[in-house]
């Protein structure tokens, strides 16, 4: 697997235009300590080999220590992009190896999967760790073991979440080191420089050592070169701690204890500017985005293997579609219900804390499901409402973060990029979680315990995330930093988005335009064993096709806008949306040709992410910080309550009307919704 990194990180960084030269110009802090730790590891895993009786006696504290070092060399250096990352997968399996006396369990069901017979166990630190699924796994850390069959030619192996997080986190620090580039200096640029430095006092002259005589080589994203402090340590993806965004700007506020900021003589912010501008690169540059990118990946994928188990558990379990889709009420219900209610706390507490400790929780209700089901099923339900209240904190928490962590100008990329992130956990993650559901069989139990372990890697990866301060409110901050009680702070939510005329217009379109997603949810299904019943391929595969082509569209959609939305006004990009949604639609509804039915369903999918990315984006530039929980749940709650109105009523209108003609006509009324956008001037001109 860390071949793949390498190969994907080195191959993906030259095709952004950058060069492996640039790898020789990175200057890690505490170098010495990953130099050390690497020796240490594995001199101790030669020396085992060669079956030395001293070694074996000092095989934990040599691997334990090993480790340590390698942990504390990548949190100094978790400002890098990736390195965050790796931290988690170095964690995770240091955590296995102590807790196993210096080994790393292979599951024996793993193994055989992946074209591997327990015999051919060869290495001193490997060990096998039987098939059951009992109190022992756990205690062995069983679901951090290496548990994921890799049966691929070539790259046949069993790995572990680590293991994976150690690859991702490979490749995004290669990719950021070879696109990094050097900023050069004149002559002229130069000497001013070592003028001001000859001034400073002895421990800010040491800077002078970062420069060559011909360039800056600072480390750092280009976009925010002219900001950094010349006393500190470089990094790529900003200097010392402050380290929030790819393009910090000159109003970056220092941290506390930090030495001032060090201007640069002569250095032109538009000759920085024009180095790398791609709004992808300069996301994948920030070490605080890339590590929210990566666990929200992560944990997304966990997710889709959850839900695919829990459904196999109930249905396996009752053989009752209504016990199954009762599942998705429970996990419906918290968002129309409390949705208000988590984001006036969410207002109260920290954001990046809120998201860590519904992370740990959920963590911990899923690691509990598979054996409350075995007690009784019916058990299963208040568990999923548990998870799904507990999520209804963490999303407007991480909507508020955001703008925190990335500049202002690149939030539309960066609510495009969590949502191309959802888009592949659609596309790969339930394909491939399927996949490993069914090879487990009755070992299905393991399936949650790795979707509670990715929770615990999405905590991990949000610790590394470096927030600045909060920007200066804008006006119409009604709550203001005083605690006004709970009701009160709940109306001062609603009452800043009743009285923001283009959130509020937003909101109300979406009410309407967005009720045909609930006709949708509940009526496609419908639609496809109808249509195509007497398909070639089935209606169960062609209901699939369907789902995949709006997975794909949304891929897509969400890649292109993050490209070139900018260049759109955001309330025409939301109208489009809609109309173009609809329309997609109700062709979708009206055609009986299977090719393309799948073809407007990928419309459908681009379409739902020319709306869904610009309104998300214009919430939290518009939104005062104090108000971004609340106003993002009451709206949220507003529209899935539409939603979930849509679902029923759609279900019972499909008693007696033709559900193709149902679908066809929400359809049109989502495209007129969105064509009336253009009479209000609040969400034309947004």
């Given at each position: 697997?860390?071949?793949?990194g390498?190969?994907?990180g080195?191959?993906?960084?030259?095709?952004a235009?950058?060069?492996?030269?640039?790898l020789?110009?990175?200057?890690?802090?505490s170098a010495w300590?990953l130099?050390?730790?690497?020796v240490?590891?594995?001199?101790t895993e030669?020396?085992?080999?060669?079956?030395?009786?001293?070694?074996?006696?000092?095989?934990?504290?040599l691997l334990?220590?090993?480790?340590?070092l390698?942990?504390?060399?990548?949190?100094i250096?978790?400002s890098?992009?990736?390195l965050?990352?790796?931290?988690?997968?170095?964690l995770?399996?240091?955590s296995?190896?102590?807790v196993?006396?210096?080994?790393?369990?292979i599951?024996?069901?793993?193994l055989?999967?992946?074209?591997f017979?327990?015999d051919?166990?060869?290495?001193?630190?490997?060990?096998?760790l039987?098939?059951?699924?009992d109190?022992?796994?756990?205690l062995?850390?069983?679901?951090?073991?290496?548990?994921?069959?890799?049966?691929?030619?070539?790259?046949?192996?069993v790995?572990s979440?680590?293991?994976?997080f150690?690859?991702?986190?490979?490749?995004?620090?290669l990719?950021?080191?070879?696109v990094?580039?050097?900023?050069?200096?004149?002559e002229?640029?130069?000497?001013a420089i070592?003028?001001?430095?000859a001034?400073?006092t002895?421990?800010?002259r040491?800077a002078?050592v970062l420069?060559?005589?011909?360039?800056?080589?600072?480390?750092?994203?280009?976009?925010?070169?002219?900001?950094?402090?010349?006393d500190?340590?470089?990094?790529?993806?900003?200097?010392?701690q402050?380290?929030?965004?790819?393009?910090?700007?000159?109003?970056?506020?220092?941290p506390?204890?930090?030495?001032?900021?060090?201007?640069i003589?002569?250095l032109?912010?538009e000759?920085?500017?024009?180095?790398r501008?791609?709004?992808y690169?300069?996301?994948?540059?920030?070490g605080?985005?890339?590590?929210?990118?990566a666990?929200?990946?992560?944990s997304?994928f966990?997710?889709?293997?959850?839900?695919?188990?829990?459904?196999?558990?109930?249905?396996?379990?009752?053989?009752s579609?209504?016990?199954t889709?009762?599942?998705?009420?429970?996990?419906?219900?918290p968002?129309?219900v409390?949705?208000?209610?988590?984001?006036?706390?969410?207002?109260?507490?920290d954001h990046k804390?809120t998201?860590?400790?519904?992370?740990?929780?959920?963590?911990?209700?899923?690691?509990?499901?598979?054996m409350v089901?075995?007690?009784?099923?019916?058990?299963?339900?208040p568990?999923?409402?548990?998870v799904?209240?507990?999520?209804?904190?963490?999303r407007?928490a991480r909507?508020?973060i955001l703008?925190q962590?990335?500049e202002?100008?690149?939030?539309?990329?960066?609510?495009?990029a969590?949502?191309?992130?959802?888009?592949?956990a659609?596309?790969?993650?339930?394909?491939?979680?399927?996949?490993f559901?069914f090879?487990?069989g009755?070992?299905?139990?393991?399936?949650f315990?790795v979707?509670s372990?990715?929770?615990l890697?999405s905590?991990?990866?949000?610790?590394t995330?470096i927030?600045a301060?909060?920007r200066?409110?804008?006006?119409g901050?009604a709550?203001?930093?005083?605690?006004?009680?709970?009701v009160?702070e709940?109306?001062?939510?609603w009452?800043?988005?009743?009285?923001?005329?283009?959130?509020y217009?937003?909101?109300?379109q979406?009410?309407?335009?967005?009720?045909t997603?609930?006709?949708?949810?509940?009526l496609?299904?419908?639609?496809?064993?109808?249509?195509?019943?007497h398909?070639?391929l089935?209606w169960?595969?062609?209901?699939g096709f369907l789902e995949t082509?709006?997975?794909?569209?949304?891929?897509?959609?969400?890649?292109?806008?993050?490209l070139?939305?900018?260049?759109f006004g955001?309330?025409?990009?939301v109208?489009g949306g809609?109309?173009?949604?609809g329309?997609?639609?109700?062709?979708m509804?009206?055609?009986?040709?299977?090719g393309?039915?799948?073809?407007f369903?990928?419309?459908?999918?681009?379409?739902n992410?020319?709306?869904?990315i610009?309104t998300?984006?214009?919430?939290?530039?518009?939104?005062?910080?104090?108000?971004?929980?609340?106003?993002i749940?009451?709206r949220?709650?507003?529209?899935?309550?539409?939603?979930t109105?849509?679902?029923?009523?759609?279900?019972?209108?499909a008693?007696f009307?033709?559900?193709s003609?149902?679908?066809?006509?929400?359809?049109?009324?989502?495209?007129?919704a969105g064509l009336?956008?253009?009479?209000?001037?609040a969400?034309?001109?947004?």
């Amino acid at each position: 697997m860390l071949i793949v990194g390498i190969l994907l990180g080195l191959g993906l960084g030259l095709l952004a235009g950058g060069t492996l030269g640039n790898l020789a110009s990175i200057r890690l802090r505490s170098a010495w300590l990953l130099a050390s730790a690497v020796v240490i590891r594995y001199g101790t895993e030669a020396v085992l080999n060669n079956q030395v009786e001293q070694a074996e006696a000092l095989r934990v504290p040599l691997l334990t220590t090993a480790f340590a070092l390698l942990l504390a060399a990548l949190w100094i250096n978790r400002s890098y992009p990736g390195l965050s990352l790796a931290f988690v997968g170095i964690l995770f399996n240091a955590s296995v190896i102590a807790v196993n006396g210096g080994y790393m369990p292979i599951w024996e069901p793993s193994l055989r999967a992946a074209g591997f017979l327990p015999d051919e166990i060869s290495t001193t630190i490997h060990t096998l760790l039987p098939a059951e699924l009992d109190a022992s796994f756990l205690l062995h850390l069983g679901p951090l073991a290496d548990v994921i069959p890799v049966p691929l030619p070539y790259f046949q192996n069993v790995a572990s979440v680590g293991d994976a997080f150690l690859t991702a986190g490979l490749a995004f620090f290669l990719f950021a080191g070879v696109v990094r580039e050097p900023q050069e200096l004149s002559e002229e640029q130069l000497a001013a420089i070592r003028e001001r430095l000859a001034g400073l006092t002895p421990s800010l002259r040491r800077a002078q050592v970062l420069y060559r005589t011909s360039a800056l080589e600072t480390g750092l994203t280009p976009a925010i070169a002219d900001s950094a402090a010349l006393d500190r340590p470089f990094v790529l993806g900003g200097a010392g701690q402050r380290m929030t965004s790819p393009a910090a700007g000159a109003g970056s506020v220092a941290p506390e204890g930090a030495a001032p900021a060090v201007a640069i003589p002569g250095l032109a912010p538009e000759a920085v500017e024009r180095v790398r501008q791609h709004p992808y690169v300069r996301l994948a540059l920030n070490g605080s985005f890339s590590a929210l990118w990566a666990g929200q990946l992560i944990s997304l994928f966990g997710d889709r293997l959850n839900q695919i188990a829990l459904v196999s558990v109930v249905l396996i379990s009752t053989g009752s579609p209504l016990a199954t889709g009762l599942v998705f009420v429970a996990a419906t219900l918290p968002n129309l219900v409390l949705s208000p209610l988590a984001g006036t706390f969410v207002d109260r507490w920290d954001h990046k804390e809120t998201l860590i400790v519904s992370d740990i929780l959920r963590a911990a209700i899923v690691l509990l499901l598979p054996m409350v089901a075995i007690m009784n099923v019916l058990l299963v339900y208040p568990m999923v409402f548990a998870v799904t209240t507990i999520s209804i904190f963490f999303r407007p928490a991480r909507a508020a973060i955001l703008p925190q962590i990335v500049e202002e100008r690149d939030l539309l990329t960066a609510n495009s990029a969590l949502w191309v992130c959802e888009a592949l956990a659609d596309n790969l993650g339930y394909p491939l979680a399927g996949v490993f559901v069914f090879t487990l069989g009755a070992s299905v139990p393991l399936a949650f315990w790795v979707d509670s372990a990715t929770y615990l890697a999405s905590a991990t990866l949000l610790s590394t995330i470096i927030v600045a301060a909060l920007r200066t409110p804008k006006q119409g901050d009604a709550a203001g930093p005083e605690r006004l009680g709970l009701v009160r702070e709940m109306r001062a939510g609603w009452a800043f988005l009743r009285g923001q005329r283009t959130l509020y217009a937003n909101t109300i379109q979406a009410a309407i335009a967005q009720f045909t997603i609930g006709i949708t949810i509940a009526l496609v299904p419908i639609y496809a064993f109808r249509v195509f019943e007497h398909s070639d391929l089935g209606w169960q595969a062609v209901y699939g096709f369907l789902e995949t082509g709006i997975g794909v569209g949304n891929l897509l959609g969400g890649f292109v806008i993050g490209l070139i939305g900018a260049r759109f006004g955001k309330g025409r990009l939301v109208i489009g949306g809609y109309a173009i949604w609809g329309l997609m639609v109700a062709l979708m509804a009206l055609t009986g040709h299977v090719g393309l039915a799948i073809g407007f369903s990928f419309g459908q999918g681009v379409a739902n992410m020319v709306f869904v990315i610009p309104t998300q984006t214009l919430f939290q530039e518009l939104t005062p910080p104090s108000l971004m929980g609340r106003v993002i749940a009451i709206r949220f709650a507003i529209v899935f309550g539409s939603m979930t109105l849509a679902m029923g009523l759609g279900s019972v209108m499909a008693e007696f009307v033709d559900v193709s003609i149902i679908i066809a006509f929400f359809g049109l009324v989502t495209m007129t919704a969105g064509l009336a956008g253009l009479l209000v001037p609040a969400i034309r001109d947004a």
